[in-house]
Nanobody
Framework: QVQLVESGGGAVQPGGSLRLSCAAS????????MGWYRQAPGKERELVAI???????NYADFVKGRFTISRDNAKNTVYLQMNSLKPEDTAVYYC?????????WGQGTQVTVSS
């Protein structure tokens, strides 16, 4: 079972930046897809960005040009750099790992964008 620990959330003003980190308990080479999802109050969880073991990256349209997903294989960590944050980006952000044997989630980290 993969353990995922997120960090880096917090409160920021509109236009600000945050970097989320997701540390995995095993080598991320063994994980087919890692990604970030978010869930705002009263809304369903939605995909933000994913990165495959082969390096393919996909973003939701609402974050293209503002967010960047990346990974550090040596640290077994995936990052989400979030720039030009908007109030509508406020949500709990979850790290996700997909392997052939299962899907795993972190505990989530709160991001609040407000003036």
């Amino acid at each position: 079972q993969v353990q995922l620990v997120e960090s880096g959330g917090g409160a920021v003003q509109p236009g600000g930046s945050l970097r989320l980190s997701c540390a995995a308990s095993e080598s991320i080479f063994s994980i087919n897809v890692m990604g970030w999802y978010r869930q705002a109050p009263g809304k369903e969880r939605e995909l933000v960005a994913i990165i495959t073991s082969g390096g393919t990256i996909n973003y939701a349209d609402f974050v293209k040009g503002r967010f960047t997903i990346s990974r550090d294989n040596a640290k077994n960590t995936v990052y989400l750099q979030m720039n030009s944050l908007k109030p509508e980006d406020t949500a709990v952000y979850y790290c996700n790992a997909m392997k052939a044997i299962g899907v795993y989630w972190g505990q989530g980290t709160q991001v609040t964008v407000s003036s």
